[in-house]
């Protein structure tokens, strides 16, 4: 069993943390594969950093598993745009499987990940059968046929997976032995993941970005205003914009076209 001192500075649901580690008790070999962009970016969502010691999943894992039945341990990103420390996930032990985003603005972001993700799930089950289980981390539903075919395989499935983000429509929990809800895991506060729970945020920044002495004679552009917010949020740029245009669609924010200039964001 984990206990509090393994977890370091983690503060998890007691009841999810006891249940996980009852499902997990039988395994021998484990593959743990992360779905790093989509686990990143959907923990951004609510402000926070999957690497900081409170949230950090690499650890968790090293711990609930066991070191010494981890056979493999993969995370599957564009680390040119998932900014995370590498040198931090491979003292981990964790193997970097860098993928290509086909855009910078996490807007239009997709890459790789799932499918390099599902072409090595494969290809493991054939180099190393000795693999009984295979932890999937990602809440997209575009690993249900990996996960499917695993279990046709004979292998357990675990997946940890953020339900705010899983299609409701999917059943994700019908296609593995054992599923984790990460939020409640780590007890995340759900509410920061909706738009106007940030709306008073990002008021104050602009009031206070107009209030800079620096700032007397310019405007807030809109790309600017949305670097600004995701910042000063800890949230991701697709994010920030989402919040942004809501704002302006309820009045809350207004958009001015300077003469002769682009457009900028005001408060009314």
Known sequence: MIGEN????????????????????????????????????????YAIDVTDDEYNIC??????????????????ADFEQ??????????????????????????YRKNASDIELSIDAIESTYKDPNIDTYAIVTSDSDMIPIMSRLKYKGKQVHLYFTSQ???????????CDSSCDLLKLFKVDT????????FE????IIVKWYGDPKNKTKT??????????????????MYALEIINIM????????????????????P
């Open 6 to 45: 393994d977890m370091g500075k983690m503060s998890l649901d007691e009841d999810v943390s006891k249940k996980v580690q009852k499902e997990i008790k039988d395994t021998s070999n484990v593959c743990i594969l992360i779905d790093y962009d989509n686990l990143f970016y959907t923990m951004k969502r």
């Open 59 to 76: 650890e968790y894992f090293n711990n609930l598993y066991g070191k010494d039945k981890i056979r493999s341990f993969r995370a599957y």
């Open 82 to 107: 998932v900014k995370v420390s590498l040198r931090k996930l491979q003292e981990q032990r964790v193997q970097i499987r860098n993928v290509y985003g086909n855009n910078k603005d996490d807007k």
């Open 165 to 175: 983000n899983a299609s409701q429509t999917t059943h994700f929990e019908s296609y």
């Open 191 to 198: 509410e920061k993941g909706k738009p106007e729970y940030w």
């Open 201 to 204: 945020c990002v008021k104050d």
């Open 220 to 237: 807030l552009g809109f790309g600017w205003a949305k670097t600004e917010v995701a910042n000063i949020c800890n949230i991701s740029d």
């Open 248 to 267: 302006l669609e309820k009045k809350i924010l207004i958009r001015k076209l300077e003469e002769g200039k682009s457009t900028y964001i005001s408060l």
